[in-house]
Nanobody, 125 residues
Framework: QVQLVESGGGLVQPGGSLRLSCAVS????????IAWFRQAPGKEREGVSCFSTSDGRTYYADSVKGRFTISRDKAKNTVYLQMDSLKPEDTAVYYC??????????????????WGQGTQVTVSS
């Protein structure tokens, strides 16, 4: 059974940092993509970052480039999202998701078969 469990969300001041974790279990394939999406109230879910397990390639939305870093600890089957220089507009529920292979359009929501339950990130003074 495939499971993705997020953790690490919380309240942080603008300019601060948080690290989200996505613990992955139940995969038997080596070629899959683990992505982070976020959804703010009244807005559509949007892709933030993606990690390809087959070649280690990473992908970022323009809005987070240079501020967020995605990485994986293979031994722990965990993918991390380090978020620095956080802004109020980063406030959202953050979800990790998994797809077999990297979708042609990386942040296409419907291409991701498995989802975590989400973790709230609030950036506010």
């Amino acid at each position: 059974q495939v499971q993705l469990v997020e953790s690490g969300g919380g309240l942080v001041q603008p300019g601060g940092s948080l690290r989200l974790s996505c613990a992955v279990s139940g995969f038997t394939l080596d070629d899959y993509a683990i992505a982070w999406f976020r959804q703010a109230p009244g807005k559509e879910r949007e892709g933030v970052s993606c990690f390809s397990t087959s070649d280690g390639r990473t992908y970022y939305a323009d809005s987070v480039k240079g501020r967020f870093t995605i990485s994986r600890d293979k031994a722990k089957n965990t993918v991390y999202l380090q978020m620095d220089s956080l802004k109020p507009e980063d406030t959202a529920v953050y979800y990790c998701a998994a797809s077999v292979g990297v979708p042609l359009l990386v942040f296409t929501v419907k291409r991701y078969e498995y989802w975590g339950q989400g973790t709230q990130v609030t950036v506010s003074s």
